[in-house]
């Protein structure tokens, strides 16, 4: 502890009032590494969502301590990159001034950052198009190169593929890696999806909820490119399910709506 | 749908026809005329209308009922059914309309009256534009402001006209004044309105990207209030028009209210209906420019286009 870039000591968040409190999240220790990739996999209703926006800044009531780079966090801000999970584009612009949005393509070293992005997240011959005009995959792609051209210093993604089907999940997760590979961006990853959290991380960490805990946390030390379909693959997959099916069983235990 | 209006428009053209002048005739030549509209009707509704030659097919088809009331007019005028005094030909119309524009004095009581609904227009609705997104962002603004605005808006327009005459006497100032309390207030609800209406979840994707307050407006909230926007735009325009009619009318030295008055003291109909066709033209002119530009401007739009 102490230099890593995002550190979460002691993290309370509930929601209503005394009699009917939720503790959303509950006694939240973390700490993530400059360059890592995280996935935060748990049950619906679990927290991992408020998690994640409390990191960004958007949720601001809760007692503990959140630093990032050092710093307490104070609001949403181009440091900490955000991906929702619908793209959120701003449907009256193209593909190249939503990746801009507020800053001017007609300066240089802008047009040229977002030409850069538009290769990097394979959008080429798509820099007019209107998000009308996009698929789902393509346009959260320039969510993501819209989140990037601010150079994060760490990029939240909420479920950002939940809404794909299967086929463009998978080429998904390749551009995510691809892209986290390239640009060495730190990265927070939530899901739902098993396969997704272990393809993608280095660590999983898997939620609880009511309260919303930490209930286990899975290093994946496998080497990328990483194939779905290897044994060591399906034994690391298969230790997280386990350990996510006890969380579930007690979810049910515990009478949580899922 | 234009199909079934255009049908039953025709029904009663053809109605009229028959019982007046020779049925079979008048029946066959319209028939005629329609079944060779109605041919190619679904191929013009379905094709976008950027196109000049379908946009022209589009206006053809808009102006086959005016054109087939035009020519029952006329017959109607010239077998004597209805009194010249009263309703002129088209003929006689379109003669006084020559004429006029002929001695120039068409041009000017024109130039004259699109003058006074512009200075209204720029006014009133300048006025309607930043309240309405004075009120539109700021919840105090809209608790201060609006419940006002909202019972002023109720007041029929022409009730205050009175008022506004006393106020300001027979003078241009009055009749700018008309224009502008008619103006104001559809450009003012729209705007809040707009505003009222951007998605919550872009406002979150401005903070995440760290919008200044100025490119919020700017970026987000504006172009997103613009559908709403153009909409309080052309009804601001057209209550402007009319605004226009009502002070011209109520005394002026120029424009076409003062044409259709002058002609009403001289029983010359034929001018007043060319002050009414000039207020309607010109009237549709300036709401189809703002149509064109609307669909230029709205075109990232994702709606349902019919």
């Given at each position: 502890?102490?230099n890593?870039?995002l550190?979460?000591n002691?993290?309370?968040?509930?929601?209503?009032?005394?009699?009917?409190?939720?503790?959303?999240?509950?006694?939240?220790?973390?700490?993530i590494?400059e360059?890592?990739l995280?996935?935060i996999?748990?049950?619906?209703g679990?927290?991992k969502?408020?998690?994640?926006r409390?990191i960004a800044?958007?949720?601001?009531?809760?007692t503990g301590?959140v630093?990032?780079a050092?710093?307490?966090?104070?609001?949403?801000?181009i440091?900490?990159?955000?991906i929702?999970?619908?793209?959120?584009l701003?449907?009256?612009l193209?593909?190249?001034k939503?990746i801009?949005?507020?800053?001017?393509?007609?300066?240089?070293?802008?047009?040229?950052?977002?030409?850069?992005l538009?290769?990097?997240?394979?959008?080429?011959?798509f820099?007019?198009?209107?998000?009308?005009e996009?698929?789902?995959?393509m346009?959260?792609?320039?969510?993501i190169?819209?989140?990037?051209?601010?150079n994060?210093?760490?990029l939240?993604?909420?479920?950002?593929f939940?809404a794909l089907d299967?086929?463009?999940?998978?080429?998904?997760q390749?551009?995510?890696?691809?892209?986290w590979?390239?640009?060495?961006t730190t990265?927070?990853?939530v899901?739902?999806?098993i396969?997704?959290?272990?393809?993608?991380?280095n660590r999983?960490?898997?939620?609880?909820?009511?309260?919303?805990?930490?209930?286990?946390v899975?290093?994946?030390?496998?080497?990328y490119?990483?194939?779905?379909?290897?044994?060591i693959f399906?034994s690391?997959?298969l230790?997280?399910?386990s350990?996510?099916?006890?969380?579930?069983?007690?979810?049910?235990t515990?009478?949580?709506?899922? | 749908?234009s199909?079934?209006?255009k049908?039953?428009?025709?029904?009663?053209?053809?109605?009229?026809?028959?019982?007046s002048?020779?049925t079979g005739?008048?029946?066959?030549?319209?028939?005629?005329?329609?079944s060779?509209?109605?041919?190619p009707?679904?191929k013009v509704l379905?094709?976008a209308?950027?196109?000049p030659?379908?946009f022209?097919?589009?206006a053809a088809?808009?102006?086959a009922?005016?054109v087939?009331?035009?020519?029952?007019?006329?017959?109607?005028v010239?077998a004597?059914l209805v009194s010249e005094?009263f309703?002129?030909?088209?003929?006689?119309i379109?003669?006084?309309?020559?004429e006029?524009?002929?001695?120039?004095?068409?041009?000017?009581?024109?130039?004259?009256?699109?003058?006074?609904?512009?200075?209204?227009?720029?006014?009133?609705?300048?006025?309607?534009f930043?309240?309405?997104?004075?009120t539109?962002?700021?919840?105090?603004?809209?608790?201060?402001?609006?419940?006002?605005?909202?019972v002023?808006?109720?007041?029929?327009?022409l009730?205050?006209?009175p008022?506004?005459?006393?106020?300001?006497?027979?003078?241009e100032?009055s009749k700018i004044?008309?224009?502008?309390?008619?103006?104001?207030?559809p450009l003012y609800?729209?705007?809040?309105?707009?505003?009222?209406?951007?998605d919550?979840k872009?406002?979150?994707?401005?903070?995440?990207?760290g919008?200044?307050?100025?490119k919020?407006?700017?970026?987000?909230?504006?172009?997103?209030a613009?559908p709403?926007i153009?909409?309080?735009?052309?009804?601001s325009?057209?209550?402007s028009?009319?605004?226009?009619v009502v002070?011209?009318l109520?005394?002026?030295?120029?424009g076409?209210?003062?044409?259709i008055?002058?002609?009403?003291?001289n029983?010359?109909t034929?001018?007043?209906?060319?002050?009414?066709?000039?207020?309607?033209?010109?009237?549709?002119?300036?709401?189809?420019?703002?149509?064109?530009?609307?669909?230029?401007w709205?075109?990232?739009?994702?709606s349902?286009?019919?």
């Open positions: 502890m102490g890593a870039l550190e979460i002691q993290l309370n968040k509930s929601f209503g009032r005394s009699k009917n409190i939720v503790h959303a999240l509950k006694d939240i220790e973390l700490a590494e360059g890592e995280v996935t996999i748990g049950p619906s679990c927290g969502s408020t998690l994640l409390i800044g958007l949720d601001g009531e809760y301590k630093t990032l050092g710093e307490a966090i104070k609001g949403p801000g440091d900490k990159g955000f929702f999970q619908e793209h959120r701003f449907p009256w193209t593909v190249e939503n801009a949005s507020d800053l001017s393509l007609s300066d240089k070293d802008v047009r040229r950052r977002v030409d850069e538009i290769e990097l997240v394979k959008l080429k011959g820099e007019k198009a209107y998000p009308k996009l698929s789902g995959g346009a959260q792609r320039v969510a190169a819209r989140a990037l051209l601010r994060p210093k760490i939240l993604l909420d479920e950002p939940g299967a086929f463009t999940r998978a080429h998904m390749e551009v995510l890696l691809e892209i590979r390239a640009n060495k990265m927070i990853f899901t739902h999806d396969d997704e959290a272990v393809f993608l991380a999983v960490i898997i939620l609880k909820p009511r309260p919303g805990e930490i209930s286990a899975v290093p994946v030390e496998l080497p490119p990483r194939q779905k379909a290897t044994p399906q690391l997959r230790q997280v399910l350990r996510f099916e006890q969380t579930e069983e007690f979810a049910f515990e009478g949580a709506g899922i | 749908m199909n079934s209006v049908t039953a428009a025709a029904h009663t053209v053809s109605q009229e026809l028959g019982g002048i020779n005739e008048g029946e066959k030549t319209r028939r005629g005329k329609q060779g509209d109605r041919v009707l679904p379905s094709r209308s950027r196109l030659s379908a022209l097919k589009n088809v808009g102006a009922v005016p087939i009331l035009i020519a029952a007019w006329q017959l109607a010239t004597g005094q309703v002129s030909s088209p003929l006689a379109a003669g006084a309309l020559a006029l524009l002929a001695s120039g004095q068409l041009l000017h009581h024109l130039l004259v009256s699109i003058e006074r609904a512009a200075l209204g227009f720029l006014i009133g609705g300048a006025a309607g930043l309240f309405g997104i004075l539109g962002l700021f919840r105090k603004a809209q608790y201060l402001l609006d419940p006002s605005f909202q002023l808006r109720l007041v029929p327009n009730a205050i006209v008022l506004i005459i006393l106020w300001f006497g027979f003078g100032l004044a008309i224009i502008v309390s008619g103006a104001f207030f609800i729209n705007v809040f309105t707009g505003i009222r209406n951007v919550q872009l406002f979150e994707v401005a903070q995440v990207l919008f200044s307050p100025i919020r407006l700017l970026r987000l909230i504006l172009p997103a613009l709403h153009f909409n309080g735009v052309r009804i325009l057209a209550v028009w009319i605004g226009l002070a011209e109520v005394g002026s030295q120029a076409i209210g003062f044409l008055n002058e002609a009403k003291q029983s010359d034929a001018i007043i209906f060319v002050g009414i066709i000039i207020f309607a033209i010109v009237g549709k002119l300036i709401d189809s420019a703002m149509k064109v530009i609307e669909a230029r709205l075109n990232w739009r994702d349902f286009k019919g």
